[in-house]
């Protein structure tokens, strides 16, 4: 079965500290691998995708992830958090290029 | 919102009434699909349409039903609504399917009494 992973729920870090938001997942094949943030009552944004290459991946925000295959692992990380960047996270993945299965979602909170 | 629009944006309904939601495109993507989001749960694919009159199952279709007669709009239906369909649904574009981006729009919060 396909799934995807976001081991904590909730993470809160200090206002100009590095973040991660961890994300593993369990499918088939080579997926295709992507982050996206929700804000309240709103629906979810693109944040990166990986599809195939560099291990690490640039996006959105000063956001980047990196892609482990041993480790079945992407986690997003970026260098000097913002209290702007407090939302939900959410990891996905695409085994198939059509269905998407997506994490439980992470709670980021940083602290003034 | 990426040229998204869902309607309605809030609806309560009772236990066994019909009720379609609709997702309607201004982007001309090939790609559509519905979610549902609940806490603990994340989103879960219902259904996705990957052409007009092409569509699939995702992983939690069981009480749902899709249409797309066009490529603007998709529409989902809860032939007989039950309590745990209570949730919010969202819709997504892209364009070229898995590879590509996922555009939300803003969510349907749907209560079934």
């Known amino acids: 079965a396909q799934s995807v992973a976001q081991p904590e729920d909730q993470v809160n870090v200090a206002e100009g500290n590095p973040l991660t938001v961890k994300c593993t997942y369990s499918?088939?094949?080579?997926?295709?691998l992507f982050w996206y943030v929700q804000y309240p009552n709103r629906g979810l944004q693109f944040l990166l995708k990986y599809i195939t290459g560099d291990n690490l991946v640039k996006g959105s925000y000063g956001f980047e992830a990196e892609f482990n295959k041993s480790q079945t692992s992407f986690h997003l990380k970026k260098p000097s958090a913002l209290v702007s960047d407090s939302a939900l996270y959410f990891c996905?993945?695409?085994?198939?290029?059509?269905?998407?299965?997506f994490g439980t979602g992470t709670s980021l909170t940083v602290i003034p | 919102d990426a040229g998204i629009t869902q309607s309605p944006r809030h609806k309560v309904t009772e236990t066994g009434t019909p009720v379609t939601l609709r997702c309607h495109q201004t982007?001309?993507?090939?790609?559509m699909y519905w979610y549902r989001q609940d806490p603990g749960h994340g989103l879960r694919l219902i259904h996705y349409s990957y052409g007009v009159k092409d569509t699939d199952k995702g992983e939690v279709s069981d009480g749902y039903s899709v249409s797309r007669s066009k490529t603007e709009d998709f529409l989902l239906t809860l032939e007989s609504a039950t309590s745990s369909q209570t949730s919010v649904y969202f819709c997504a574009i892209s364009d070229t399917g898995g590879t590509d981006t996922q555009y939300f729009g803003p969510g349907t919060r749907l209560t079934v009494l």
């Open positions: 499918v088939s094949g080579n997926p295709y």
């Open positions: 996905a993945v695409s085994p198939t290029g059509n269905q998407f299965y």
């Open positions: 982007e001309n993507h090939r790609y």
